[in-house]
C-alpha cells in the first residue's frame, strides 16, 4: 500500500510541482483546494505525512499545525518561502517535525520525507537503491558490488544515499553537507572531504574505481 501525503500549499505552481515530484516517487498525494476545509480533507484522506505552507489563504500553517496537534500526532513538514528564525522556532513549538525553506532541494526534500515517516511507522522493507551495477543497502548499513561488499559508517551512508538519489547530476559540496545537517550529522567542509576520500578507499576495495567523480569546482557525481 503507498503511503499517503497531503499537501497544503496555495500557490498552483508549487502545488503541482509537489504532487509531480510525490506521485514520481511513489506517493499517493492529495492537495488542498478549499482551505476553509482542511480539517474535513485531512481526516477523509487520512495522510501519513503532511507538507504544509505557513502563508496560506483564510489561515496559517501554524494555526492549521496547532489544530492537527490537537488529535494527531502525524508528521508535519513545514515547506515554506518564509525564513526567517521566528517562523522555524514557532513552527518547532507547535509540533513541527521539519522546516524547508523555498525553493527546496528536491533530494533533501525527499529525504527528510523518507526519514519521518520511518520514524512514525517503521521500515515495511529494506530499501536498496541501485546505480551501475551497485548496490546501497540503507537499513544494512553497506554497499555490494559483484558480490562483495563494504562497510559504511553512518556519515558515509549518508553521503550516498545523497549521491545515488541524484546519480547522473554534479552535486555541490554545500548541498551535501546541507543534507547532512539537515540530518543532524553535523560536518564541515574539511570533515566532507575526509569521508569522500574513505569512501573511494572503500568502494575501490569491492572494484568501484572512481566511482564517485569530482567535479572541478563543481562538486561531485556517480
Known amino acids: ?3 499517503k501525503i497531503l499537501v497544503i500549499e496555495d500557490e ?24 476553509s476545509k482542511v480539517m474535513e480533507l485531512l481526516k477523509a484522506f487520512a495522510p501519513h505525512l503532511i507538507l504544509l505552507d505557513i502563508k496560506l489563504p483564510e489561515t496559517s500553517g501554524f494555526e492549521i499545525c496547532s489544530q492537527i496537534r490537537t488529535f494527531s500526532q502525524i508528521p508535519i513538514i ?74 559504511l559508517t553512518k556519515n558515509e551512508l549518508k553521503i550516498l544515499y545523497y549521491l545515488f538519489k541524484n546519480a547522473g547530476k554534479i552535486c555541490p559540496r554545500s548541498d551535501i553537507v546541507d543534507f547532512l545537517w539537515d540530518n543532524q550529522l553535523y560536518v564541515d567542509d574539511n570533515a566532507l572531504s575526509v569521508n569522500i576520500t574513505r569512501i573511494r578507499e572503500k568502494l575501490s576495495s569491492i572494484g568501484l574505481e572512481g566511482f564517485i567523480k569530482t567535479k572541478h569546482r563543481q562538486g561531485y557525481t556517480l
Request: aromatic letters at 10%; zero cysteines.
Open 1 to 3: 500500500m503507498k503511503q
Open 12 to 35: 498552483p505552481t508549487i502545488q503541482t510541482q509537489l504532487k509531480n515530484l510525490l506521485s514520481y516517487n511513489g506517493y499517493e498525494v492529495e492537495a488542498v483546494t478549499d482551505f
Open 78 to 151: 513545514f515547506v515554506t518561502s518564509s525564513s526567517t528564525d521566528m517562523d522555524e522556532l514557532n513552527s518547532i513549538l507547535l509540533g513541527g517535525d521539519a522546516f524547508i525553506t523555498k525553493p527546496y532541494n528536491t533530494a533533501i526534500l525527499l529525504a527528510k520525507i523518507a526519514s519521518l515517516l520511518r520514524r512514525a511507522y517503521g521500515s515495511g522493507q529494506t530499501e536498496v537503491l541501485t546505480w551501475n551495477g551497485a548496490d546501497l543497502h540503507l537499513e544494512g548499513g553497506f554497499i555490494e558490488y559483484k558480490g562483495q561488499k563494504a562497510d
